[in-house]
């Protein structure tokens, strides 16, 4: 038999099944009509009704017939599920997401439970409950997905490669964070962003935050960390921006006591975006130690870093220390006797006013009692 010829028989093989099944489903949808617009049009409606309903062969049948087993035809997926999070919590892990059997659509279908841009609504479901997340000890983050700019993205402005669920979560095997096989794991999350951001996650890799994750440091910030986990806004929202530092000193406590001394954080606690915060001085990614000749706030690099925001700088303009500590009299004696001489001259001259108001304030009001005892004015 030659190629052509094994190839038609094939197809007529096929043929023949499905026209079989297609057969043998009529005649079960003679009686379960309601299942038949659903199942005609679902993945399934090219298949026969007793392919899944396997127990039942011949009719009359019991009407409580044993339960469908998906792993028949879906072993891995199945096999996936019941090894993560979702198989304890639900007896049938497989419709709550992909709905009813009989009306299954292929995830490229817009309209399937699983299409990307309904993917989120169909979790949220569950995680968007709040009293079953509370139930389960979970946080409702269903609404703080839709807020963020993947949600954003994916559902306002219809991008189908935006972030959603399975995204980060994976598909069928979804573990819980602290599991480290998980891709929500701490020390998986810079890959499963890196997914999407590869740029961003070579470069943190590449940074002093990445090479301590790298060697098992726990401590070691992740982009979770910085860009919170579901709740994620753009960078370049102004109120990403005012809250950077405060990001930052969750960890470095010490140099955002000291940051917060300095001319660029007073303008910006008025509220001027146009200043200098951590990662214009230090980097967003690659974050490098001083030491290091590739850092921006190494010192040779540093007057092409404050080049950035201001002209003509000087050797002697980056001599300007951003996190010099006042309270440190061995390490910046200059400074620590300027803040002593700046307090003085700042207690000296609200007190010298407040004394000032004060004798001011006897004298108006002997004058007034002295005009009162003496309405017409005449002098004694």
């Keep these: 038999m030659n190629w052509s010829a094994a190839a038609a028989f094939a197809l007529a093989l096929a043929f023949n099944v499905l026209a079989a099944g297609a057969s043998k489903s009529a005649d ?35 009407e409580k017939a044993a339960a469908v087993k998906c792993d ?10 019941a090894g993560g999070v979702h198989a304890s919590v639900s007896a049938q892990p497989c419709q709550g997401c ?7 659509l292929p995830a490229r279908d817009p309209k399937s439970s699983t299409y990307a841009s309904n993917l989120p609504r169909t979790c949220g479901t569950c995680h968007g409950d709040a009293k079953l997340a509370k139930q389960h000890g979970l946080t409702e983050v269903y609404s703080q997905y839709i807020d963020s700019i993947h949600g954003f993205a994916l559902t306002k402005d219809g991008l189908l490669v935006a972030a959603s669920c399975s995204s980060c979560h994976g598909s069928h095997r979804i573990l819980h964070s602290k599991d480290p096989a998980s891709r929500t794991a701490r020390a998986n999350i810079p890959a499963t962003c890196g997914g999407c951001h590869a740029g961003s996650q070579r470069e943190y890799m590449a940074g002093i935050h990445g090479q301590a994750l790298e060697m098992g440091d726990s401590r070691a910030p992740v982009c979770t960390d910085c860009h919170t986990t579901h709740q994620i806004t753009s960078a370049s929202n102004v109120s990403w921006h005012m809250k950077t530092t405060a990001t930052c000193g969750e960890c470095h406590k010490h140099e955002e006591e000291t940051y917060r001394d300095t001319f660029h954080a007073q303008v910006s606690a008025l509220g001027y975006v146009e200043t200098a915060r951590c990662w214009d001085c230090h980097g967003e990614h690659q974050v490098l130690p001083a030491n290091d000749p590739k850092s921006p706030v190494a010192k040779a690099n540093l007057q092409a870093t404050c080049g950035k925001c201001h002209s003509g700088v000087t050797a002697s303009f980056v001599s300007y220390q951003p996190h010099g500590d006042r309270h440190n009299r061995q390490a910046y004696p200059a400074l620590y006797v300027s803040s002593i001489f700046m307090n003085l001259l700042l207690a000296s001259v609200l007190g010298f006013f407040a004394l000032h108001t004060l004798l001011w304030l006897n004298r108006s009001l002997a004058e007034r009692r002295q005009r009162g005892a003496n309405p017409s004015g005449e002098s004694r």
Excluded at 31 to 59: E, M, P, R, W
Excluded at 98 to 104: E, V
């Design 72 to 81: 028949t035809c879906h072993k891995d997926a199945v096999s996936a599920v």
């Design 28 to 62: 079960c949808l003679t009686c379960h009509d309601d299942k038949a617009a659903g199942f005609q049009h679902s993945v399934h409606g090219a298949f026969s009704c007793t392919d899944c309903h396997t127990s039942i062969q011949n009719y009359p049948h019991p």
């Design 98 to 104: 992909h709905g009813d059997a009989h009306g299954i």
